[in-house]
């Protein structure tokens, strides 16, 4: 295949947090691995992130702000379920990165 | 020593979300086990069994064994045990409408390949001996642990009961057993109130018996 040099700043990283953490209102003890992309694009914008960035310096797309190449997952990890407080299980989906790419 | 606010199934449930085997697999029975599919159904059994099943198949015994055979502080009440109960997801895979018989539920585990031979398995493995120290027959806690975990995902499927020392049972009572009441009994027994089991449960428990999940190199 082509050899993908773009956005090689955009990485996989993890963190291991307790699933109360996530903020997503559950009370559990139990704990997760999270792992998210992060890392910069600009190596892998074309013309259409420099035309995007140029009209916006200079104006010309009113109030538009279109967003450019962005760090983000392209496929997640599996599924996790997790048993709360009061007895009752849960099971995330699409929670947590598995590979990253610059869109 | 460990502290009384220490809760070993918590603890184990924990590790095995930061494995991913164990939590792919984890999460592959809770989901099927938890998702409701009709009005009259809380689940689909049959898939749940069958994803039970892959999860104490596929998941190495460090992580499988430390949920289902964790210890906790005096059986009943606790988060602990509560927790253990839970494992299987107790109101999917092991309750029902109706409690059946446990001799007409040995006969419907005989009719299923899987369950017939685990059963047997479980029977041969995990018999009980007075007079040997381990108070096993067979004194292999490892095969006993094997063959009991064996049998959840089959109709037998067993699961700790509500009682202050480790009491397992499938989901069957000896209630309207007529002429047959002795051999029902003697079958619940096997499960509720055998040396053999409750020993190889709480050695892997205490971590005394380290050879169930680290064999011996022949």
């Known amino acids: 295949g082509r050899v993908q040099v773009e956005g090689r700043g955009c990485l996989l990283k993890e963190i291991h947090l307790n699933v109360s953490d996530l903020g997503l209102g559950y009370r559990t003890s139990e704990e997760l691995i999270f792992r998210y992309c992060s890392g910069p694009c600009i190596d892998a914008?074309?013309?259409?992130d420099k035309i995007l960035l140029n009209l916006s310096v200079s104006r010309k797309l009113d109030k538009d702000s279109p967003a450019r190449t962005c760090c983000r997952p392209v496929a997640f990890d599996d599924d996790i379920s997790f048993l709360d407080d009061s007895l009752e299980y849960h099971t995330l989906k699409k929670h947590s990165a598995k590979k990253c790419a610059c869109v | 020593p460990a502290l009384a606010k220490e809760n070993n199934c918590l603890n184990a449930a924990?590790?095995?979300?930061?494995?991913?085997t164990c939590k792919k697999y984890r999460s592959a029975y809770i989901s099927p086990?938890?998702?409701?599919?009709?009005?009259?159904?809380?689940?689909?059994?049959?898939k749940c069994h069958k994803a039970l099943r892959q999860f104490f198949d596929k998941v190495p015994a460090k992580h499988s064994y430390g949920m289902l055979y964790c210890s906790c502080p005096l059986g009943d009440q606790s988060a602990c045990s509560e927790r253990r109960r839970q494992t299987i997801v107790p109101a999917c895979s092991y309750e029902d409408k109706e409690k059946p018989n446990c001799l007409t539920l040995q006969a419907s585990c005989r009719?299923?390949?899987?369950?017939?031979s685990r059963l047997a398995d479980f029977f041969a493995n995990c018999q009980p001996e007075p007079r040997s120290l381990s108070g096993c027959l067979k004194e292999n806690y490892g095969d006993c642990l094997l063959s009991y975990s064996g049998l959840i995902g089959t109709v037998m499927t067993p699961n700790y009961l509500r009682s202050p020392k480790i009491s397992v049972s499938p989901f069957c009572d000896c209630s309207s057993s007529g002429n047959s009441k002795e051999d029902c009994d003697r079958f619940a027994d096997f499960f509720t109130d055998n040396a053999c089991l409750r020993n190889a449960i709480q050695a892997f428990g205490n971590g005394t018996d380290v050879s169930v999940w680290n064999p011996m190199p022949p």
């Open chain 2, 14 to 20: 924990k590790a095995c979300n930061l494995n991913d």
């Open chain 2, 33 to 46: 086990c938890t998702s409701r599919v009709s009005t009259a159904e809380v689940c689909n059994k049959r």
């Open chain 1, 45 to 48: 914008e074309n013309n259409y």
């Open chain 2, 111 to 116: 009719t299923n390949y899987i369950c017939r």
